[in-house]
């Protein structure tokens, strides 16, 4: 399947509005460690900021920019799109509803960090410029959520 670059920042959106109800979900479900609730509701604004940060890649949109040329990287990007854990819509509460324990929560939270730089590590080879300077910044941020996260890991295991 080809995807325009417009799609791919589409699908991006869509990783961090699940993101968004996945972090919101778990913290509200989190009683008693006050440490991972807190980590949870401010990785949930720091994925406001993302989209925000998409939309505004959207708003400047070029097409011949962004669209990927039909080779063998199209589908690798096709390939994350479809298995990150958030890339289908209304993952993100759905996933969130099956999570028993705040170490499960943050196992989840951990891959969907990792499965989104590969994806944003994909689509920051195929931007232009400031597209390419902005998937960058969410790049970085999402490798320190994913380290803050394996922190938590560590030390509630």
Same mark, same amino acid.
């Given at each position: 399947?080809?995807?325009?670059?417009?799609?791919?920042?589409?699908?991006?959106?869509?990783? /961090? /509005?699940?993101?968004?109800?996945?972090?919101?979900? +778990?913290?509200?479900?989190?009683?008693?460690? !006050?440490?991972?609730?807190?980590?949870? !509701?401010? %990785? +949930?604004?720091?994925? %406001?900021? #993302?989209?925000?940060?998409?939309?505004? %890649?959207?708003?400047?949109?070029?097409?011949?920019?962004?669209?990927?040329?039909?080779?063998? +990287?199209?589908?690798?990007?096709? #390939?994350?799109?479809?298995?990150?854990?958030?890339?289908?819509?209304? !993952?993100?509460?759905? $996933?969130? +509803?099956?999570?028993?324990?705040? #170490?499960?929560? $943050?196992?989840?939270?951990?891959?969907?960090?990792?499965?989104?730089?590969?994806?944003?590590?994909?689509?920051?080879?195929?931007?232009?410029?400031?597209?390419?300077? %902005?998937?960058?910044?969410?790049?970085?941020?999402?490798?320190? #959520?994913?380290?803050?996260?394996?922190?938590?890991?560590?030390?509630?295991?």
């Amino acid at each position: 399947m080809y995807y325009s670059g417009h799609e791919i920042v589409e699908i991006a959106v869509r990783i /961090e /509005e699940n993101g968004f109800a996945y972090y919101n979900a +778990a913290a509200s479900m989190i009683r008693n460690q !006050t440490d991972i609730k807190a980590l949870f !509701t401010d %990785l +949930a604004q720091k994925e %406001l900021q #993302h989209i925000a940060i998409f939309m505004k %890649l959207l708003s400047r949109f070029e097409p011949e920019n962004y669209d990927i040329p039909q080779d063998d +990287a199209e589908g690798y990007i096709h #390939h994350l799109a479809e298995s990150h854990i958030f890339g289908k819509p209304g !993952t993100g509460e759905k $996933l969130a +509803a099956t999570v028993k324990t705040a #170490h499960e929560a $943050l196992e989840i939270a951990y891959k969907f960090e990792n499965d989104s730089v590969a994806f944003y590590t994909e689509l920051e080879k195929r931007a232009k410029s400031d597209s390419k300077r %902005l998937v960058r910044q969410i790049i970085e941020e999402e490798k320190e #959520h994913a380290e803050d996260i394996k922190r938590f890991l560590d030390t509630n295991s």
